[in-house]
């Protein structure tokens, strides 16, 4: 039988006990806090060691993205004759891709924000193969819209993007020549996949060829797995703060937080993504148009072909060295990438002139020039970034300047070709194009700071309500006062509770002298631990 006097000293206790615990639950959160603050300021980008292999993962995702979307070509003329349409309807399955590529690539970054990059490019791996397995049972052309454009399209949203975006966070020092490295699998792939392709078509039927490029395309969820986080995501930890401080946030307020809006009021990223937009509105057309241009001055297939492979040995030698000399920090990366871009302009339009009656050899080294220049700016397109709108916004900023851009690519091309049915000939294409680079970089050359010798300090941290991309400082502080105290009534709750339990009732209101001067370091610590992690 329970003696009556300890269930009544059980009894008077539990109030004081169960504060204990409550005091101790709020200490151990703060400690977990604290310890993960800790850690997002120790890690931070490593310059090597696991930093080449998810270099080694961007090389196999740009060339299952893109040099795949380069040389889907071999299969034009198979689905013409299949599906007995178009040049013109067949010609929109590589053009719906590439833009759900580009119109989706915010959505990809925002699920970065939210997630992290490793499960966003495993997702968009495996859609990227579905698209392609699912295209090689279709019977209609609107089939391949809706798998090869549409789910295809989705995965490398979801692959490429973010996969950049773990590059430039793994680099600091050695960004650019990182970048270059990872953007070489474009050119090889270029190399390797039409002649495995047209191979692939003869021997399986595109059927086939499509069935086995969907299981390639399922190892970049692979390469998604190679992605080790270097922090917890960005937005999560603003969401949980946001929460804390204000019970919820806004809808609205989380939409901007995740796909980064704020930097639509950012003049130094709209004038960039503007200049970025010409670019990409004349860098694609030589690729489009440059065999048809060779062939049509006199030339024959097999030295119109060598051109194009000639351009892309060059392009992939001119990305490796582009990155290696950003890296040197000698000159400013957004003079290099002007440096690049308006070389690429003036190659542009000296193109068509130096082919003139018959003039291979002017023809061939002009080209080697271009695809040089052309693969030297690919690098530092995504470098000067994080320059422009700081680390913190980097994925939202790619997400947002792919959007914007892509209206350059869907439109440089179709016009290329108006002006071809206009004239009859490319030279007012290549010439159109060479000025679209040029204008391009003379909107760059409008940037804050760019006639500047030396990079400008980093956006600062304290400008978020100023359109600057950066933490909420009003929310972090609101959260580290109301913290504040949360943890000086556990402080006391813990003291008392080791206390008798009447001491602890009657002293349950009240404090000794010396205890706010035992609390004052401890805020102070408080204090710059919480804005250690900005």
């Known amino acids: 039988m329970v003696d009556l006097g300890v269930l009544a000293c059980m009894l008077a206790g539990w109030p004081s006990s169960i504060k204990h615990l409550q005091s101790k639950e709020v200490m151990a959160k703060h400690e977990e806090k604290q310890q993960r603050q800790q850690s997002c300021q120790a890690v931070g980008a490593p310059d090597g060691g696991w930093g080449w292999v998810v270099v080694g993962a961007l090389f196999m995702i740009s060339a299952l993205v893109f040099g795949l979307l380069r040389s889907l070509g071999v299969f034009f003329v198979e689905f013409v004759q ?3 349409e178009s040049a013109q309807a067949v010609s929109w399955i590589t053009s719906i891709g590439v833009a759900v590529q580009q119109l989706l690539s915010p959505i990809g970054t925002a699920a970065c924000n939210a997630y992290g990059a490793r499960p966003v490019i495993m997702l968009g791996g495996f859609l990227s193969g579905l698209g392609l397995i699912l295209a090689s049972q279709a019977t209609t052309l609107t089939h391949l819209y809706l798998t090869m454009g549409i789910i295809s399209g989705s995965g490398w949203a979801l ?3 973010p996969g950049v975006a773990s590059v430039m966070q793994y680099f600091t020092v050695r960004r650019s020549l990182a970048m270059g490295l990872g953007f070489t699998g474009v050119g090889l792939s270029s190399f390797a996949f039409s002649p495995l392709f047209q191979y692939l ?19 970049m969820v692979a390469c998604g797995a190679l992605i080790r986080p270097l922090g917890p995501p960005k937005v999560v930890e603003r969401a949980e703060s946001s929460s804390k401080s204000s019970g919820c946030g806004s809808f609205f307020s989380r939409v901007c937080d995740y796909f980064e809006l704020s930097l639509l009021s950012h003049r130094g990223f709209l004038t960039y993504c503007l200049a970025v937009t010409f670019f990409n509105a004349g860098y694609f057309i030589p690729y489009v148009h440059l065999v048809a241009h060779s062939r049509l001055v006199g ?7 060598f051109v194009i492979s000639a351009t892309g ?14 890296d040197l920090q000698r000159i400013r990366t957004v003079h290099l990438l002007t440096t690049w871009t308006g070389l690429v302009g003036v190659f542009l339009l000296l193109l068509p002139l130096c082919s003139l009656g018959g003039n291979y050899v002017g023809l061939l080294a002009v ?4 695809g040089f220049c052309a693969g030297a700016l690919t690098p530092l397109v995504f470098a000067v970034v994080p320059q422009i709108v700081g680390m913190e916004c980097m994925l939202g900023a790619l997400g947002l300047l792919q959007l914007i851009e892509s209206v350059g690519g869907l439109l440089g091309a179709p016009f290329s070709g108006w002006l071809r049915d206009l004239t009859g000939n490319y030279t007012s294409s290549f010439v159109v194009a060479g000025g679209f680079l040029i204008l391009g970089t003379l909107i760059t050359a409008t940037l804050p700071h760019f006639f500047s010798c030396t990079n400008p300090p980093p956006p600062s941290p304290k400008k978020k309500a100023k359109n600057e991309c950066t933490e909420d400082g009003l929310l972090k502080q609101t959260f580290s006062a109301d913290c504040e105290h949360e943890k000086l009534h556990a402080l006391e709750d813990v003291r008392y509770s080791d206390r008798d339990s009447e001491k602890a009732s009657y002293h349950n209101h009240t404090t000794e002298p010396g205890s706010e001067a035992e609390h004052v370091p401890l805020t102070a610590d408080r204090t710059e631990a919480e804005g250690a992690c900005v």
């Open 201 to 219: 078509v003869q021997t399986y039927t595109w059927r086939g060829a499509l069935l086995i490029l969907g299981a390639l395309s399922l190892n």
């Open 313 to 326: 040995m060059t392009d992939i030698l001119g990305r490796v060295i582009s990155g290696w000399a950003s």
């Open 299 to 305: 030339f024959s297939e097999y030295q119109a072909a």
């Open 82 to 84: 299949y599906f007995e």
């Open 367 to 370: 080209s080697l020039a271009y």
């Open 159 to 161: 692959v490429f993007t």
